[in-house]
């Protein structure tokens, strides 16, 4: 059973414009939601996180939004660009360094 | 890659041989993780270490077992590989505690092809 549901598994978006990747969780004991990126051939990196106690986060193009009634969150990426396209994956944890559930990931492909 | 190394960084091994993957750590981070990434699957925890000789399984560890002797290797062992676990395998490490971002760093992962 998957405990985070990432959605779309896939997403092409124009250069400029918004890219968005959907999240849904069941465990509300999770308390730390953090994006991680990948490109090929490389291993994931942290791109940004989030505490429920938060509803949004923003750090440049990239913005991060909670939904902790609706158990969701988001990853917004604004003025999308080629050097974006990744896979992108959402994840959860309890206390934050321990056992972390991932998403099943995202390819973006920013075309010009 | 935050100081992780992985070894191989390839593999090509047969069913039923066993096979060891080793992480190798220059951060003198407490914790370290292992995780397989298969598509539609994303990335699944097979066990992690929270110090020497202390390790805990993940949602995946049925066929793997690891071990911890320094804090700086952490080793996965398939004791007799299967088709199915066929697959990219990433390590990551933590620092312990304290304020998040609790960020794990990933290395460059080991392509495992079992035939």
């Known amino acids: 059973q998957q405990q985070v549901k990432q959605s779309p598994q896939s997403l092409i978006v124009q250069k400029g414009g918004i890219s968005i990747i959907n999240c849904a969780y069941e465990n509300t004991a999770f308390d730390y939601f953090p994006w991680y990126q990948q490109f090929p051939g490389k291993g994931p990196a942290l791109l940004i996180a989030?505490?429920?106690?938060?509803s949004e986060k923003k750090e440049g193009r990239f913005t991060i939004s909670f939904n902790k009634s609706a158990k969701q969150f988001s990853l917004h990426i604004m003025d999308s660009q080629p050097g974006d396209s990744a896979t992108y994956f959402c994840?959860?944890?309890?206390?934050?360094?321990?056992?972390?559930?991932f998403g099943i990931g995202t390819k973006l492909q920013v075309i010009p | 890659d935050a100081g992780i190394t992985q070894s191989p960084r390839h593999k090509v091994t047969e069913t039923g041989t066993p096979v060891t993957l080793r992480c190798h750590q220059t951060?003198?981070?407490?914790?370290m993780y292992w995780y397989r990434q298969d598509p539609g699957h994303g990335l699944r925890l097979i066990h992690y270490?929270?110090?020497?000789?202390?390790?805990d399984k993940g949602e995946v560890s049925d066929g793997y077992s690891v071990s911890r002797s320094k804090t700086e290797d952490f080793l996965l062992t398939l004791e007799s590989a299967t088709s199915s676990q066929t697959s990219v395998y990433f390590c990551a490490i933590s620092p312990p505690g304290g304020e998040p971002p609790y960020e794990q760093y990933f290395g460059p992962g080991t392509r495992l092809t079992v035939t």
């Open positions: 989030i505490r429920p106690d938060v």
């Open positions: 270490s929270y110090g020497v000789k202390d390790t």
């Open positions: 951060e003198n981070h407490r914790y």
């Open positions: 994840a959860a944890s309890v206390g934050g360094y321990q056992k972390v559930t």
